[in-house]
C-alpha cells in the first residue's frame, strides 16, 4: 500500500488550504483514515479521522469547527479542508490507516500502520 499526502504549502493566518490523501493498493472508504501533524521539535499529534462507509468522524479539540475530513470513493482520497488557519497549525501533515479494515483505532500514531510522506503547511501571520 501506499499513501500519498499532497496540498500544503504557504498561507496568511484565517486562510485555507485543502490536503489530499491518495491510496494505491487500499480502498480507503473501508479503512479508518486518520491526519496527524508534526510541528517542529514536537511529538506528532491527532488531527482527524474518518471512516467514509460508516461515515464517522473524529477532530482534536484544536481542530474542531475549522477543519473538515471527507471523503471520495471515486478518486480513492481522503480530504483535510483546513480553514480559519492560525500559525500554531504550521507542521507536517501526515496521512495514515491501520493495517487491516478491521482495526479501530484510536488518536495515538502507533495504532496505525501505513503512513503517507507527509506534505509541509505553513500559516504566516
Known amino acids: 500500500v501506499q499513501l500519498q499526502a499532497s496540498g500544503g504549502g504557504l498561507v496568511q493566518a484565517g486562510g485555507s488550504l485543502r490536503l489530499s490523501c491518495i491510496a494505491s493498493?487500499?480502498?480507503?472508504?473501508?479503512?479508518?483514515v486518520a491526519w496527524f501533524r508534526q510541528a517542529p521539535g514536537k511529538e506528532r499529534d491527532f488531527v482527524a479521522a474518518?471512516?467514509?462507509?460508516?461515515?464517522?468522524?473524529d477532530y482534536a479539540d484544536s481542530t474542531r469547527g475549522r477543519f473538515t475530513i471527507s471523503g471520495d470513493n471515486t478518486k480513492n482520497t481522503v480530504y483535510l479542508q483546513m480553514s480559519i488557519l492560525k500559525p500554531e497549525d504550521t507542521a507536517v501533515y501526515y496521512c495514515?490507516?491501520?493495517?487491516?479494515?478491521?482495526?479501530?483505532?484510536?488518536?495515538?500514531?502507533?495504532?496505525?500502520?501505513?503512513w503517507g510522506q507527509g506534505t509541509l503547511v505553513t500559516v504566516s501571520s
Open positions: 474518518i471512516r467514509v462507509t460508516s461515515g464517522y468522524t
Open positions: 495514515a490507516t491501520p493495517s487491516s479494515v478491521w482495526t479501530v483505532p484510536g488518536r495515538l500514531p502507533r495504532e496505525y500502520a501505513d
Open positions: 493498493g487500499r480502498t480507503l472508504s473501508s479503512f479508518f
